[in-house]
Protein backbone atom coordinates (compact mmCIF):
# COMPACT_ATOMS: atom_id res chain seq x y z
CA UNK A 1 0.00 0.00 0.00
CA UNK A 2 2.68 2.65 1.01
CA UNK A 3 5.21 1.65 -2.14
CA UNK A 4 1.79 2.37 -4.43
CA UNK A 5 1.22 5.54 -2.32
CA UNK A 6 5.26 6.71 -3.17
CA UNK A 7 5.14 5.79 -6.70
CA UNK A 8 2.13 7.08 -7.54
CA UNK A 9 2.83 10.56 -6.43
CA UNK A 10 6.36 10.68 -7.84
CA UNK A 11 4.28 10.10 -11.22
CA UNK A 12 2.13 12.46 -10.44
CA UNK A 13 4.88 15.01 -9.64
CA UNK A 14 6.63 13.79 -13.10
CA UNK A 15 4.03 14.02 -14.92
CA UNK A 16 2.61 17.48 -13.77
CA UNK A 17 5.92 18.39 -14.64
CA UNK A 18 7.00 19.09 -10.95
CA UNK A 19 10.38 17.80 -9.19
CA UNK A 20 10.35 15.06 -7.21
CA UNK A 21 12.82 14.83 -3.53
CA UNK A 22 13.11 12.00 -1.39
CA UNK A 23 14.38 12.20 2.12
CA UNK A 24 13.98 9.51 4.31
CA UNK A 25 16.54 7.00 6.33
CA UNK A 26 19.26 4.68 4.48
CA UNK A 27 18.37 1.41 2.75
CA UNK A 28 14.91 2.70 1.66
CA UNK A 29 14.71 2.61 -1.74
CA UNK A 30 14.81 6.07 -2.42
CA UNK A 31 17.68 6.07 -4.83
CA UNK A 32 16.66 2.84 -6.41
CA UNK A 33 13.09 4.21 -7.00
CA UNK A 34 14.29 7.02 -8.56
CA UNK A 35 16.39 4.99 -11.22
CA UNK A 36 14.08 2.96 -11.82
CA UNK A 37 11.85 5.29 -12.84
CA UNK A 38 14.42 7.88 -14.93
CA UNK A 39 15.32 4.47 -16.85
CA UNK A 40 11.66 4.11 -18.26
CA UNK A 41 11.51 7.86 -19.21
CA UNK A 42 13.12 8.24 -22.82
CA UNK A 43 15.44 11.51 -22.14
CA UNK A 44 15.09 11.91 -18.44
CA UNK A 45 18.04 12.77 -16.45
CA UNK A 46 18.54 12.12 -12.69
CA UNK A 47 20.71 14.38 -10.23
CA UNK A 48 21.32 12.80 -6.83
CA UNK A 49 23.40 14.36 -3.57
CA UNK A 50 23.76 12.70 -0.50
CA UNK A 51 22.39 15.04 2.59
CA UNK A 52 24.66 14.86 5.33
CA UNK A 53 23.35 16.72 8.62
CA UNK A 54 26.07 19.67 7.88
CA UNK A 55 24.33 20.15 3.99
CA UNK A 56 23.25 23.57 3.57
CA UNK A 57 21.16 25.32 1.01
CA UNK A 58 24.28 26.85 -0.50
CA UNK A 59 25.54 23.24 -0.69
CA UNK A 60 22.65 22.45 -2.98
CA UNK A 61 22.26 25.75 -5.02
CA UNK A 62 26.34 25.98 -6.18
CA UNK A 63 25.74 22.25 -7.35
CA UNK A 64 22.67 22.86 -9.44
CA UNK A 65 23.90 26.18 -10.94
CA UNK A 66 26.58 24.46 -12.15
CA UNK A 67 25.06 21.55 -13.46
CA UNK A 68 22.86 23.47 -15.50
Same mark, same amino acid.
Given at each position: Q !??? +?? !?? !?????????????Y?? @? @???????? +?????? !???? %????????? %??????D?? %???????
Open positions: !RQM +CI !RD !RAMLALLSGNHVFDG @P @PGTGKSML +CNAITK !RIQG %ADIFQYLMT %ATTTDDLS %AIIDDWD
